[in-house]
């Protein structure tokens, strides 16, 4: 095998400069250009210009938009970062970075056109196992660049947990936390991001500050919810609990809306952290003529309950689907089926339509997993996602269910994948914080989580197209989650009375508008 050597860092930068300069002209021309400084610095070795790099750069998880970098920067080492931000802050043309976990989004938003793109995961390789640190105190300081699963695992050994998830764990901890992380949990729990007691943070100056609530706290809440906008997180300190061993994972189906929608939000007004009868999860579903019962979010139902499920469905168009779980451990076993009992009294599904699992705590909150693999081992996995994420007021819900479910998802009768419907209450969300949820002390949250054929994802667009515009002519006043707008007019209706107090952050923390270029807030071309 032929000896690999590294290249000289004045020859990849030259590089650099070269690819960037032959970009001028273009349809959508760069003006970056990669200071002569860095010809100094020690990061040249790991700044990557090869087709592999740059392909895996730029694409993501959506599989809709393409965008090269210029370079990726593979990452040894926090201080790999700072330099390049420094490097981008102190030239005379600021060159676009965007720092990249697992490539999550699906509209680009971790990509830099034109720019140098930060590959998160390659620190992994160059922590020895020591990316995850659980303190004494019922925290852990996780990395930026790790799993959520790796969170789950570490902290396991030591008996304690995060409260708060995302459905799926195979995200880095700085990428949820830029956007909320939410999931089932959140009701009771709030989003990841309310779980958090402090953060180390590469602001667009190239300045690695810690922040919290008491130190730096107008970065803290910034970078929490702030789509990459303030900072890269390197580093969290995530809220433990004592975790549960088991978990009695229970489905309802509905007919009727208004009881499906009504029983979700009785449940989630007991969410007390301490409150004993409360659930530790919920979620809802629709189970559609078009989809399958057990998508690839989870396999739950008996195979021999499908016909009867299909029955529903065929009679009802829609079925609602009521997801809870209630989590338990040796001391609360003896107890868990009384405390159900009384919860589940007066609730409002099908008859005969209540099924139940009982499962271990990480297969629980692992159940996207083995759908994942599934598809990957089908080649179903890396397709377009043309995704839509939105948070709606609860007074609003009948009206989308009508004009938006059983109507325009109806009449289009395109959609296979998953599509989630579940309340969270406000009081669990830090207003300070950048996320932007409705007014209403209840909302929902809506997801679209569409896969489809390179093909046929235009389809999809336009019923999100549908739905958005609806949802205006209705006065519906929705906000996205994982947004994506097209121009800043949108983006500051979208932040609404946040949107000063976001510009004035970004002019603070990067006012050279160097950091995450795909989120095309700043710099919408």
């Known amino acids: 095998m032929a000896e690999k050597f590294p290249i000289p ?50 694409s993501d998880y959506g599989n809709i938009f393409k965008e090269n970098p210029v370079a990726v920067l ?15 802050y102190n030239s005379s043309v600021p060159f676009k970075i965007a720092a990249k976990g697992r490539g999550h989004s699906v509209r680009g938003q971790a990509m830099a056109d034109g720019g140098v793109v930060v590959e998160m995961m390659a620190l992994k390789n160059y922590r020895n196992g020591n990316g995850i640190t659980v303190g004494s105190g019922f925290y852990a300081d996780v990395a930026g660049e790790q799993l959520w699963i790796d969170v789950l695992n570490a902290t396991l050994e030591h008996g304690l947990a995060p409260a708060s998830w995302t459905d799926y764990l195979y995200l880095t901890v700085g990428g949820t936390l830029s956007n909320a992380g939410i999931s089932g949990q959140t009701f009771r729990y709030g989003p990841q991001i309310s779980n958090v007691y402090e953060l180390d943070v590469i602001t667009g100056k190239g300045e690695l500050m810690t922040c919290s609530a008491l130190k730096n706290s107008e970065l803290f809440y910034a970078a929490l919810g702030g789509l990459g906008q303030f900072g890269i997180i390197t580093r969290a300190r995530i809220a433990l609990e004592p975790a549960p061993k088991r978990v009695k994972w229970v489905r309802m189906l509905y007919s009727d809306f208004s009881s499906f929608s009504r029983d979700q939000e009785y449940l989630i007004s007991m969410n007390g952290r301490r409150q004993k009868q409360a659930l530790d999860y919920l979620e809802g579903t629709l189970i559609m003529d078009q989809g399958s019962l057990d998508n690839w979010r989870s396999s739950f139902f008996p195979p021999s309950d499908h016909p009867k499920i299909i029955s529903q469905v065929k009679t009802h168009a829609i079925i609602y689907c009521l997801e809870v779980a209630k989590y338990y451990d040796d001391h609360t076993q003896s107890t868990l089926h009384k405390e159900l009992q009384t919860l589940f009294k007066g609730l409002s599904y099908l008859p005969g339509f209540m099924f139940e699992k009982d499962v271990s705590y990480v297969e629980f909150l692992n159940r996207v997993r083995s759908g994942e693999l599934k598809l990957e081992s089908q080649g179903l996995w890396e397709v377009p996602h043309p995704w839509l994420n939105l948070f709606l007021p609860k007074s609003r819900i009948s009206d989308f269910n009508k004009g938006v479910f059983r109507d325009i998802v109806l009449k289009r009768n395109i959609t296979t994948g998953p599509v989630l419907v579940y309340p969270m209450n406000r009081n669990k969300w830090d207003d300070r914080m950048s996320a932007v949820i409705p007014d209403e002390d209840v909302f929902y949250t809506v997801g679209f989580l569409h896969s489809s054929g390179f093909d046929e994802w235009e389809a999809f667009d336009d019923q999100n197209k549908e739905i958005l515009k609806f949802c205006e002519n209705a006065g ?50």
């Open 9 to 58: 860092t004045y020859i990849i930068i030259i590089l650099i400069i070269s690819r960037l300069i032959s970009t001028i002209g273009n349809s959508k021309p760069s003006n970056i250009l990669v200071p002569h400084k860095l010809l100094t610095l020690d990061i040249g070795a790991r700044l990557h210009l090869d087709p592999a790099a740059i392909k895996s750069a730029s």
């Open 476 to 525: 519906i006043k929705v906000k996205q989650y994982l947004p994506y707008h097209r121009n800043k007019e949108e983006w500051i209706k979208h932040f609404g009375s946040k949107w000063n107090t976001f510009a004035q952050r970004k002019a603070h923390f990067d006012p050279k508008m160097i950091l995450s270029p795909g989120q095309r807030i700043f710099n919408n071309i």
């Open 74 to 88: 593979y990452p040894t080492s926090t201080e790999d970062i700072v330099a390049l931000v420094k490097a981008a």
